[in-house]
C-alpha cells in the first residue's frame, strides 16, 4: 500500500510559479514510477508528468512541455512538480500518482494509488 499526500497548491497569477509535492508513505518509493495528473471543472482527468523509477525518465504532455518539470527525491520519498509561467488553463485540481509500471506512464488506468489532489488556480 501506498499513501499519497500532495501539497503546494494555490492560487496566483498567470505567470507566476509553484512547486507541488507529494509526499509518499511506505519503505519502496523508489519502486514505483510517480505520476501528475489535473482535472479541471467540467473536463476529465488528464496527464501532465511522470517519472520513472527505472533511470529516471521523465514524460509531459505538450500543453506543459517547457513549463513544467517533475522530479523525485527518494530518501525523502517526495515527488515535485515544479510549475513556471502559469496559464489560467493550468487551473485545475491536481493529483499525484503511484504506478508500479516503467514505461511510457501516460494514462490513468496505469497507476495503482492516488492522492487526494490540490488545487492550482491561475487568475488572469
Known amino acids: 500500500q501506498v499513501q499519497l499526500v500532495e501539497s503546494g497548491g494555490g492560487l496566483v497569477q498567470a505567470g507566476a510559479s509553484l512547486r507541488l509535492s507529494c509526499a509518499a508513505s511506505?519503505?519502496?518509493?523508489?519502486?514505483?514510477?510517480m505520476g501528475w495528473f489535473r482535472q479541471a471543472p467540467g473536463k476529465e482527468r488528464e496527464f501532465v508528468a511522470a517519472?520513472?523509477?527505472?533511470?529516471?525518465?521523465?514524460y509531459y504532455a505538450d500543453s506543459v512541455k517547457g513549463r513544467f518539470t517533475i522530479s523525485r527525491d527518494n530518501a525523502k520519498n517526495t515527488v515535485y512538480l515544479q510549475m513556471n509561467s502559469l496559464k489560467p488553463e493550468d487551473t485545475a485540481v491536481y493529483y499525484c500518482?503511484?504506478?508500479?509500471?516503467?514505461?511510457?506512464?501516460?494514462?490513468?488506468?496505469?497507476?495503482?494509488?492516488w492522492g487526494q489532489g490540490t488545487q492550482v488556480t491561475v487568475s488572469s
Open positions: 500518482a503511484a504506478s508500479t509500471g516503467i514505461v511510457k506512464l501516460t494514462t490513468s488506468v496505469q497507476y495503482d494509488y
Open positions: 517519472i520513472s523509477w527505472i533511470g529516471g525518465n521523465t
Open positions: 511506505g519503505r519502496t518509493f523508489s519502486r514505483y514510477s
